[in-house]
Every structure is written in structure tokens, then in C-alpha cells.
């Protein structure tokens, strides 16, 4: 059985004491990963943050998975800075790279700078350009709502993705992104999702590790 996993989406945190707040959920069979939603205002219309914050991350916390979403145009040239920040696993979008020859040539350099490599598709993207790296990367993330803000819906219809990417790959991590909560992580779960990331429904509940608990249980029920 594949490892479940819940990365708490930082955006969804209050940024005056983020590391206070990340320590909240970190640690002790609860979460290992943190999951970074880097915005450029260009690929996405919002703007979030970048390596500085990547970088303190790292300092305050040796341990823990920087599970780093670039959703940026031009990834490529993020590689080292995010290797340097001391990201985990570095995920780009399908979307925002010219082939699926070019997005070899990036999950290269990224395993090359020592991070773990993703790829992303938004919900309206269909798999088979994702799919045929699913053999070289470590993670595909299926987006669950449109990439830009926390605080979305889960979008079911997306499951389908997930569900096919699955049957062919029962090792792949396959994370899901937005909108997921006890209510829809059960939908996910049973499409084949066995990485959660959860922003609002984590760090807007009153007892975050029951959340992250429920979450996990969901998961390896
Ligand atoms: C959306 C981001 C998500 C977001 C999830 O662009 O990629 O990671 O933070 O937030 P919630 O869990 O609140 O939908
Ligand atoms: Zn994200």
C-alpha cells in the first residue's frame, strides 16, 4: 500500500509568525510536508511569495518536505534558486513549458540539482501530455480547483484524471491540490489521490491535527 501523505498549504497561513504557524503542524505522525504555493502573477493572477521564504522555511525546519507548486512561466529558470532555498520536490506546470520533450529536459535538472521533480495539470489540461511523464517523475499533481487562491471548491469532475492515472500507475504518488477538506478527501482517496493538500480546511480549523489525522485516515482507509 502506498504511503499517505498531507501537506498543509502555507498560503492559507498567517504569514506575521509562519514558522510558529507551520510548527502547529508538523511533526509527531502528523505532517512531514509543507506544501508551497510559489505565485509569479504571470502563469497565475494572483502573486504569493518566493525563495526567501523557502529559504527560512528551511532553517527553522531541517526536516521537513518542502513539497514546493511553482506556479510560474519558465520554470526552468527556477530550478537552482529553488535547489538553493532547500526545496524538496519541485513541481511545474505541463502548461507553462513549450513540449513534453522540453518538460524531460526540465525534470532532469531538476533531479540534477538534488530536489524530487512534479508535474502539475490544471483542471481544464487534459492528462496525456502529464501522463507520458509519469515514468520519470516522482509526483503528478491533478489540480482540484483552478490554480491561483486557496479557499476554492473541489472540483470533482477532476477525479476522472486521477482515476486513469492510477490504473496504470499504482506506485506513482498522485497528489491532489484545492478545495480539500474531510468532506472531499473521501472522493479523492477512492479516485486513487494518496497526497492531500489542504490549505484553508487545515489551518482554518480550530484543531489542526485532527484534521491532518482525518485527512491521513481517509487516505489509508
Ligand atoms: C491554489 C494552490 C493551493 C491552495 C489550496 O493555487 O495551489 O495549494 O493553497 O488551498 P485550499 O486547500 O484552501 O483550497
Ligand atoms: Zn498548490
Same mark, same amino acid.
Given at each position: 500500500?502506498?504511503?499517505?501523505?498531507?501537506?498543509?498549504?502555507?498560503?492559507?497561513?498567517?504569514?506575521?509568525?509562519?514558522?510558529?504557524?507551520?510548527?502547529?503542524?508538523?511533526?509527531?505522525?502528523?505532517?512531514?510536508?509543507?506544501?508551497?504555493?510559489?505565485?509569479? !502573477?504571470?502563469?497565475?493572477?494572483?502573486?504569493?511569495?518566493?525563495?526567501?521564504?523557502?529559504?527560512?522555511?528551511?532553517?527553522?525546519?531541517?526536516?521537513?518536505?518542502?513539497?514546493?507548486?511553482?506556479?510560474?512561466?519558465?520554470?526552468?529558470?527556477?530550478?537552482?534558486?529553488?535547489?538553493?532555498?532547500?526545496?524538496?520536490?519541485?513541481?511545474?506546470?505541463?502548461?507553462?513549458?513549450?513540449?513534453?520533450?522540453?518538460?524531460?529536459?526540465?525534470?532532469?535538472?531538476?533531479?540534477?540539482?538534488?530536489?524530487?521533480?512534479?508535474?502539475?495539470? +490544471?483542471? !481544464? @489540461?487534459?492528462?496525456?501530455?502529464?501522463?507520458?511523464?509519469?515514468?520519470?517523475?516522482?509526483?503528478?499533481?491533478?489540480?482540484?480547483?483552478?490554480?491561483?487562491?486557496?479557499?476554492?471548491?473541489?472540483?470533482?469532475? @477532476?477525479?476522472? +484524471?486521477?482515476? @486513469?492515472?492510477?490504473?496504470?500507475?499504482?506506485?506513482?504518488?498522485?497528489?491532489?491540490?484545492?478545495?480539500?477538506?474531510? +468532506?472531499?478527501?473521501?472522493?479523492?482517496?477512492?479516485?486513487?489521490?494518496?497526497?492531500?493538500?489542504?490549505?484553508?480546511? &487545515?489551518? +482554518?480549523?480550530?484543531?489542526?491535527?485532527? &484534521?491532518?489525522?482525518?485527512?491521513?485516515?481517509? &487516505?489509508?482507509?
Amino acid at each position: 500500500q502506498l504511503r499517505a501523505v498531507v501537506s498543509p498549504s502555507i498560503l492559507a497561513a498567517d504569514f506575521t509568525r509562519l514558522g510558529d504557524e507551520c510548527a502547529t503542524v508538523l511533526g509527531d505522525g502528523h505532517a512531514e510536508w509543507l506544501h508551497c504555493d510559489v505565485m509569479d !502573477g504571470a502563469f497565475v493572477p494572483n502573486i504569493s511569495f518566493g525563495f526567501p521564504i523557502i529559504s527560512s522555511l528551511r532553517k527553522r525546519f531541517p526536516d521537513a518536505f518542502l513539497d514546493c507548486h511553482l506556479m510560474v512561466e519558465n520554470p526552468g529558470k527556477w530550478v537552482e534558486p529553488l535547489a538553493k532555498a532547500g526545496g524538496s520536490l519541485m513541481t511545474f506546470h505541463i502548461e507553462a513549458v513549450e513540449s513534453v520533450d522540453a518538460a524531460r529536459v526540465l525534470v532532469d535538472a531538476i533531479h540534477d540539482a538534488g530536489m524530487a521533480a512534479g508535474v502539475a495539470v +490544471k483542471p !481544464g @489540461t487534459e492528462l496525456a501530455a502529464a501522463g507520458d511523464l509519469a515514468d520519470v517523475v516522482d509526483m503528478v499533481l491533478i489540480m482540484t480547483v483552478e490554480p491561483g487562491f486557496g479557499g476554492q471548491s473541489f472540483m470533482p469532475e @477532476t477525479m476522472t +484524471k486521477v482515476e @486513469t492515472l492510477r490504473a496504470s500507475h499504482p506506485q506513482l504518488f498522485i497528489q491532489v491540490d484545492g478545495g480539500l477538506s474531510p +468532506k472531499t478527501v473521501d472522493t479523492a482517496a477512492a479516485a486513487g489521490a494518496n497526497v492531500i493538500v489542504a490549505g484553508s480546511a &487545515v489551518f +482554518k480549523a480550530d484543531d489542526r491535527l485532527a &484534521v491532518i489525522d482525518a485527512l491521513l485516515g481517509s &487516505v489509508s482507509a
